[in-house]
């Protein structure tokens, strides 16, 4: 894997201040993971990297675009990215998972890989349902078809009217057994 080389930093050499780094991502590097959502992009990363004695926080802004498939056409776009993250590493006896943007590792670490970070930060500023942007605009056009309310109750107005399913004796006894609960 030496592509993976690629977003190792070495932290045992690091002095205890701020290093900048960044990363160049592209479809080589959405080949290393096996997920089915994004096929490809083209993205930037800075990555800031604060080191003191006890605690590393990454400081990461990755901007560019990723082609993913809409869940409407299932024709393949591209989504525009722009994620600010921050996650921390902070030293201890074994590595894990402490939080979900904490996690603790090993006294003697001497490099930590960022690709996993990266890749799983773009997923997750996808959007849940992934539509072309030619639907997005159909939806803007026509917001008021695309959402709809529905109601088990009648309103207060219907209710005065008189037209209470009580009065009509159309009921089936079932549901008659079911009011006398209350």
């Not at 943007?101 to 690709?115: C, S």
């Not at 799983?120 to 008021?144: A, Q, T």
């Amino acid at each position: 894997m030496k592509k993976l080389k690629e977003y190792e930093i070495n932290i045992a050499k690091l002095s205890n201040k701020t290093h900048q780094y960044e990363f160049d991502m592209d479809d080589s590097f959405f080949d290393l993971f096996s997920g089915e959502i994004i096929h490809g992009g083209k993205l930037h990363a800075d990555v800031e990297l604060e080191k003191t004695e006890s605690i590393l926080t990454l400081h990461f802004n990755i901007k560019g675009t990723v082609r993913i498939t809409c869940d409407r056409s299932l024709e393949e776009f591209d989504q525009p990215v722009d994620v600010q993250e921050t996650f921390r590493m902070k030293f201890g006896p074994e590595d894990k998972e402490l939080d979900e943007d904490l996690w603790q590792i090993a006294f003697e670490t001497q490099q930590i890989n960022l690709a996993q970070h990266l890749y799983d930060y773009i997923g997750l500023s996808l959007p849940m349902k992934k539509l072309h942007p030619r639907f997005l605009e159909e939806m803007d056009e026509d917001s008021d078809e695309d959402i709809l309310i529905y109601s088990s109750k009648k309103s207060g107005a219907d209710d005065d009217s008189g037209d209470d399913d009580d009065d009509n004796g159309d009921i089936d006894p079932r549901w008659d057994a079911l009011r006398n609960l209350n």
